[in-house]
């Protein structure tokens, strides 16, 4: 009997074959839904706090930053313009665009209060999975957002009703570069005051 | 029983007929707009309107209404449209939601007092409508173009032929006598105002604060309504690690 029978050797083979389609680190179902189960619990506890509002998007930028992946958002909503900007000019985008994200989906969140956001399942999307939520909001029907969790632990887009986040920031950025004749500067400067 | 078929048959085949569909490269990223120009003409009507009617200083429906008459003209409103939610579950072969909702019209036109309270709700039967737009899209009519309606807002081609269809087929219609029948149709437009001035911040951010407000009410939309439909999975083909994060 030789070390390497044909069989074990084709069992090898096969298994080195399938390995670079694996990424580095997979992540589980499990860890994909408890980290939005913990954002969810800290969003909730926000909404239920009754600070100011200016604090609570304060607040909403932190846990936007500890689990979203903040980099991916920005980069995918600059699109092709990213193309052309400076080091300096991404970094500053990135950080004006996360301070404009906390406040314009905060303020959705703001409405939430004396609702709750509850999480119902998980999927396996492409890369990564999709989290799936309810949120129960006073006088209206309970409705759907869902998180996709990318291998990085860290969600890289959200959907209220079918309604896809990276898509929409996309297309009013660009709507916002063309308003300013592509001067990404003054976009900059006017993001981190707008949502 | 009034025989509802030539109108249907009538308004389905003038449906498939409109529904244009896009040539090659017509729909850049899934959306089809060749009325573009005309659309951006009645979303700018559609904005001043909704500026003139939600954006007074004096109180509005939402404010001078209390929540709990609100709600009641919400339930009514939503009770006296199950008939033809029903009509439209038959028409698509779904039977399991066409019983349920016809348990929950029963349930609340009955002990839910006349439809002013979702009884159904409590008893685990959850809200459910569906429309002849609705319909057509499970009879494999395609979407269409994307059409902005004066007054009504965002729709498609297939929304629209499925609208008109939907003004001849509520079984209500052809039961209830005519004064009586326009309480159902009041219900429904305070209904809708309410819906508006609840989610007050949220149109007004869109339609008022963005960039191109068009742009993002066609896309939201879209989405939206395909998600309903179930005939998009929001995302799924959109791979992180293709987005070039260098330097962000």
């Known amino acids: 009997m030789t070390l ?33 189960s913990k954002m969810v619990d800290e969003i909730n506890t926000v909404i239920s706090s009754g600070k100011s509002e200016s604090s609570m998007y304060r607040e909403f930028e932190r846990i936007f930053k500890k689990y979203g992946d903040t980099p991916l958002i920005a980069a995918n909503a600059l699109g092709v313009d990213g193309r052309r900007a400076s080091g300096a000019q991404k970094k500053a985008f990135t950080e004006a665009f ?42 209206t029907d309970p ?7 990318s291998d990085a632990n860290r969600f890289y887009n959200l959907f209220i009703e079918g309604v896809d986040m990276l898509l929409t920031e996309r297309s009013e950025i660009g709507s916002m570069l063309d308003a300013r004749r592509g001067d990404l500067d003054r976009l900059i400067a006017d993001l981190r005051t707008a949502g | ?50 500026k003139k009617l939600f954006s007074g200083d004096g109180p509005g429906y939402a404010g001078t209404v209390p929540p709990f008459v609100q709600e009641r003209v919400s339930s009514f409103a939503d009770t006296v449209s199950l008939p033809q939610t029903v009509v439209n579950q038959l028409l698509q072969g779904r039977l399991v939601r066409a019983t349920s909702s016809s348990l929950r019209f029963t349930l609340n036109a009955t002990i839910g007092v006349g439809g002013m309270f979702d009884v159904a709700k409590e008893w685990g039967l959850d809200p459910d409508e569906s429309d002849f737009g609705e319909t057509l899209a499970v009879w494999g009519v395609p979407e269409g173009a994307y059409l902005e309606v004066p007054v009504l807002g965002p729709s498609t081609e297939r929304d629209t032929a499925g609208d008109v269809v939907d003004l001849f087929t509520d079984p209500l219609k052809y039961v209830v006598p005519t004064p009586e029948r326009y309480i159902g149709t009041v219900a429904k437009g305070l209904d809708t105002v309410g819906e508006r001035s609840k989610f007050g911040g949220t149109v007004d951010s869109i339609l008022h604060g963005s960039a191109d407000s068009y742009l993002q009410f066609r896309l939201m939309y879209l989405q939206n309504r395909r998600y309903e439909l179930g005939e998009d999975a929001p995302g799924a083909d959109f791979d992180p690690l293709a987005v070039d994060t260098e330097g962000f």
């Open chain 2, 1 to 50: 029983m009034v025989d509802l078929r030539p109108v249907v048959l009538t308004a389905v085949a003038l449906a498939v007929a409109g529904c244009s569909v896009p040539g090659p490269g017509g729909a850049p990223d899934g959306i089809h707009d060749p009325y573009e120009e005309k659309n951006r003409k009645v979303h700018d009507f559609n904005r001043n309107l909704d």
């Open chain 1, 4 to 36: 390497f029978s044909r069989r074990h050797f084709l069992a090898v083979g096969t298994a080195a074959a399938a390995l670079p389609a694996l990424p580095a680190f997979a992540l589980t179902s499990g860890q994909a839904s408890s980290l939005i």
């Open chain 1, 98 to 139: 996360t301070g404009y994200i906390s406040r314009k989906y905060g303020k959705r969140f703001r409405e939430f209060i004396g609702g709750r956001l509850e999480v119902k399942s998980v999927g396996s999307i492409r890369r990564g999975y999709e989290v799936r939520c309810t949120a129960f909001l006073r006088g």
């Open chain 1, 143 to 149: 409705f759907q957002i869902s998180f996709h969790v």
